[in-house]
């Protein structure tokens, strides 16, 4: 059996766990669990990628979403538009680049803090949505 050269890779010592715990509203907690859990499971992302990559922008978006939507049970109860906007004020307002600039080819991209929530906004939203399929503007 081969196996991955990434996951033969020991994880950095000083990223080695994902506490959850900083999420005090149980549902969204869920969700996040859940959409790491089905990420990696699909092997979509490996566990270098969730413990480095993606666990530090993890708490960040954690905070934001127990601070300012501490009564939701779903992030699908708010508009994509609205959650990315405030998050991504939300991101200024502590310092953090939220776009960068490709000085080759001019591009400009979102960072990973705001692409983390772009991704399980709409991973989310693909499982979870149970508006019919003929009421959506885009069937899958």
Not at 104 to 127: E, G, H, Q, R
Request: with cysteine.
């Amino acid at each position: 059996m081969k196996v991955a050269k990434e996951s033969i890779r020991p994880v950095n010592r000083s990223r080695n766990k994902i506490d959850f715990t900083i999420c005090n509203n149980f549902y969204i907690k869920e969700e996040i669990k859940y959409y790491f859990w089905r990420n990696h499971k699909e092997s979509l992302y490996s566990v270098i990628t969730i413990f480095e990559g993606k666990a530090h922008h993890l708490r960040r978006m954690l905070r934001f979403l127990d601070k300012r939507y501490p009564q939701i049970k779903t992030v699908l109860e708010i508009p994509k538009e609205e959650l990315m906007l405030r998050y991504t004020n939300y991101l200024i307002d502590s310092g953090i680049k939220v776009k960068s600039i490709n000085k080759k080819t001019k591009s400009v991209a979102v960072t990973p803090p705001v692409s983390l929530m772009s991704t399980f906004y709409n991973y989310i939203y693909d499982v979870f949505d149970q508006t019919p399929e003929y009421e959506k503007d885009i069937w899958d």
